[in-house]
T-cell receptor, first 110, second 118 residues
Framework: KNQVEQSPQSLIILEGKNCTLQCNYTVSPFSNLRWYKQDTGRGPVSLTIMTFSENTKSNGRYTATLDADTKQSSLHITASQLSDSASYICVVPMGQNFVFGPGTRLSVLP | EAGVTQSPTHLIKTRGQQATLRCSPISGHTSVYWYQQALGLGLQFLLWYDEGEERNRGNFPPRFSGRQFPNYSSELNVNALELEDSALYLC?????????????????FGPGTRLTVL
């Protein structure tokens, strides 16, 4: 079954700390993997798109990694800010469709 | 450059009624995707339109339908509303130069329409 799983389900960290979110997928064939940030009640905003040939990709304080062999991706957030509080969603295209992970809810506390 | 816009922001209906949601893609984008996000749940793919044609639909009943107009804007219609249709409905647009989701085309999401069915 083509799935995208994320962990942890939720995470609470203090402002300034780093954190890493995980995404495991079983979608095949694989073309690319996307990370989105979604603030509550808003539309998701793209953070990065990674192809199978990319191992690491950075976007400011966000760094995504991809291991196509183990079908795992991670999103590392450095020096977290209060504005990082949001849901982070991992997405993998499958055919003419997208498979969305359930998201990780991150709360950054002062 | 204007982003994806959706209207209305909020919509309140009663069971059995029909709802119409609208989406305007980013200028130059030909693909429009519709998603449903029930409270606390992940996004579920509803429909994909490109160049005026329905390209794919998710696992939703036929009372969820839509269309794409010549200017690439799109409309989602939900007939015979049920309580469980209450959700945030998100629209996303992308260029479709390389053929659909498996390409690397970025999806840009709108702010969503919050549909509440009473």
């Amino acid at each position: 079954k083509n799935q995208v799983e994320q962990s942890p389900q939720s995470l609470i960290i203090l402002e300034g700390k780093n954190c890493t979110l995980q995404c495991n997928y079983t979608v095949s064939p694989f073309s690319n993997l996307r990370w989105y940030k979604q603030d509550t009640g808003r539309g998701p905003v793209s953070l990065t798109i990674m192809t199978f040939s990319e191992n690491t990709k950075s976007n400011g304080r966000y760094t995504a990694t991809l291991d196509a062999d183990t079908k795992q991706s991670s999103l590392h957030i450095t020096a977290s800010q209060l504005s990082d509080s949001a849901s982070y969603i991992c997405v993998v295209p499958m055919g003419q469709n997208f498979v969305f992970g359930p998201g990780t809810r991150l709360s950054v506390l002062p | 450059e204007a982003g994806v816009t959706q209207s209305p922001t909020h919509l309140i209906k009663t069971r059995g009624q029909q709802a119409t949601l609208r989406c305007s893609p980013i200028s130059g984008h030909t693909s429009v995707y519709w998603y449903q996000q029930a409270l606390g749940l992940g996004l579920q793919f509803l429909l994909w339109y490109d160049e005026g044609e329905e390209r794919n639909r998710g696992n939703f009943p036929p009372r969820f339908s839509g269309r794409q107009f010549p200017n690439y804007s799109s409309e989602l219609n939900v007939n015979a509303l049920e309580l469980e249709d209450s959700a945030l409905y998100l629209c996303a647009s992308s260029s479709n130069l390389a053929g659909g989701p498996v390409s690397y085309n970025e999806q840009f999401f709108g702010p969503g329409t919050r549909l509440t069915v009473l």
